[in-house]
């Protein structure tokens, strides 16, 4: 058995009706009694593997949140890890990178002529390499629209004019964002991309991971998909969240704990109060990461939070699924989240964890804020607040790429809370940052050489992007420290990696 960590006294964790930003949120109250143990400072417990009853007589083995969703979608009373079943997909994403190579293997194994299962059923989002004058990169897109023609795609959020995206009325951006602004997360459904980061829509208390364009052009033509069923680690988080932590912090924590094998194909399931207390973009963000431990999916029970958030941008009728009481999980982790400090993650692994005091030394050359992890518009509305509280101007250059077009408007148009009525495209401006460009992937992978932002030399970068593998957002040779928006633009106005305490305290 293994011991836990954590302080032993009571505490109330109690989250406030809005969160540090203005944004609202679930309040919830728990009480946590834990074990004390001082030889530790650390503050995560790993318990025993929890066993499942047994299945004679009337006893029902318990179910996580993933096998339910997975049996549901394969028409079976029970789904047990290890478990190889057909599942039927709801949504299938793809994107301008993979989508070609999709749709090509979809041809080639069911016929030219061949039609797609479902064509209201796949969703296709140009975002990668968007904004670039590389002719292959704009042929991608131009293919994409071809197929889409084709097959009658009623999701394809197309664009044409790449001068001006406004002119673009269908163009979204960043496709893990984009389905959740557009409705197409949904709890207890089935949702593929192919891209590794699908599993940002885990927050919605759905089965949301990535495939390969083959396992793509197999759906693309039946709608089903052989998987294996993944144990489901849990992971509790508890805690009154500090001011000065977002739910990367959390993630960066975790993955640093576990290492990025440390979940590998298995599932994450994120609960506790402090989850609880999450908006919906934070809890996008934790999910988003899970990939980086190796996971196969993220999940998050869905609440109050999710429903008020789904339903207000999709009128599909879905079915909520909660993991049993007497479901069996590979592990559990306990995180203290109110002891916790803002953490960074070293060059070249996303696993390569440090308190990001103890970085204070690093000189940086640049930052970047946005992509699917970290370019949602209560990132931007973090790093406005801090630079807006510190008054003063960036001494790095300081990159801006919005996830996707209602993020680039939000940066123009909602009011910073505590700011006065300013937006933070007025306080990004004073900061001295770079003008807030065309919403895309951008420079998170690299891309074309003209790629707004992107690493051509070796380079120190903090940003809130997902990876910091070398080469990841350009040059071989740079270094790219990841870190939450708040440590972010702290970094930026030092001109060093810097703790954001040092601005929001």
């Known amino acids: 058995m293994a011991s836990s960590v954590i302080s032993s006294s009571p505490f109330v ?212 998909i052989l998987l294996k069923v993944p144990p489901t680690m849990r992971f509790i988080l508890d805690g009154e969240m500090p001011s000065f932590l977002q739910a990367k912090d959390l993630i960066l924590q975790i993955i640093g704990e576990i290492s990025v094998a440390g979940a590998t194909y298995k599932t994450m399931e994120f609960s506790g109060t402090t989850v609880e207390s999450l908006t919906m973009e934070e809890r996008m963000t934790l999910c988003n990461m899970v990939v980086e431990a190796g996971g196969k999916n993220g999940v998050i029970p869905p609440d109050a939070t999710t429903l008020n958030y789904v339903e207000n941008r999709t009128s599909v009728p879905f079915e909520p699924v909660y993991s049993d009481g007497n479901a069996s999980f590979v592990s559990e982790y306990r995180f203290d989240v109110s002891k916790l400090e803002p953490v960074v993650a070293k060059p070249h692994s996303p696993d390569n964890r440090a308190l990001a005091r103890e970085c204070k030394d690093v000189k940086i050359d640049r930052v970047y804020i946005g992509s699917c992890t970290g370019g949602k518009t209560e990132d931007f509305m973090a790093a406005a607040k801090l630079f807006a509280a510190s008054g003063k101007k960036v001494k790095v250059p300081t990159f801006l790429v919005p996830a996707t077009q209602k993020v680039w408007m939000d940066v123009y148009a909602l009011p910073v809370p505590g700011s006065g009525g300013k937006t933070c495209a007025q306080i990004f401006e004073e900061a001295g940052c770079d003008t807030p460009t065309s919403p895309s992937c951008g ?40 870190a939450s928006p708040y440590t972010a633009a702290a970094s930026a106005l030092t001109g060093y990696v810097t703790d954001p305490r040092e601005f929001l305290q």
């Open 443 to 482: 420079a998170c992978l690299g891309g074309p050489a003209d790629t707004y932002a992107r690493l051509n030399e070796p380079q120190v970068c903090v940003s809130t992007t997902n990876r910091n593998f070398p080469g990841r957002m350009g040059h071989k040779e740079g270094q790219i420290y990841l």
């Open 13 to 224: 964790c109690k989250s406030s009706s809005k969160n540090d930003l203005g944004f609202s949120k679930s309040s919830q109250i728990s009480i946590h009694r834990c074990q004390k143990k001082s030889i530790s400072r650390k503050i995560v417990s790993v318990m025993a593997p929890q066993r499942s009853p047994s299945t004679t007589g009337s006893v029902k083995t318990g179910m996580t949140m993933t096998e339910k969703i997975l049996a549901r979608a394969a028409e079976k009373s029970q789904a047990v890890p290890g478990d190889n079943i057909w599942v039927n997909v709801d949504v299938l994403m793809t994107h301008d990178v993979c989508g070609p190579g999709a749709f090509g293997i979809f041809k080639r194994e069911f016929g030219e002529k061949a039609k797609v299962w479902d064509p209201e059923k796949i969703v296709v989002i140009p975002d990668h390499y968007i904004f670039t004058a590389d002719k292959r990169a704009n042929r991608n897109v131009d293919i994409m629209r071809e197929h889409c023609r084709e097959q009658n795609i009623k999701y394809f959020y197309d664009i044409t004019d790449l001068g001006d995206f406004r002119a673009n009325p269908d163009y979204k951006g960043v496709c893990h964002v984009a389905l959740a602004q557009e409705g197409h997360c949904r709890p207890g459904e089935v949702l593929l991309g192919t891209d590794s980061h699908t599993c940002t829509a885990g927050a919605f208390g759905q089965f949301a991971t990535g495939i390969g364009n083959t396992d793509a052009g197999f759906v693309l033509g039946t709608g089903k």
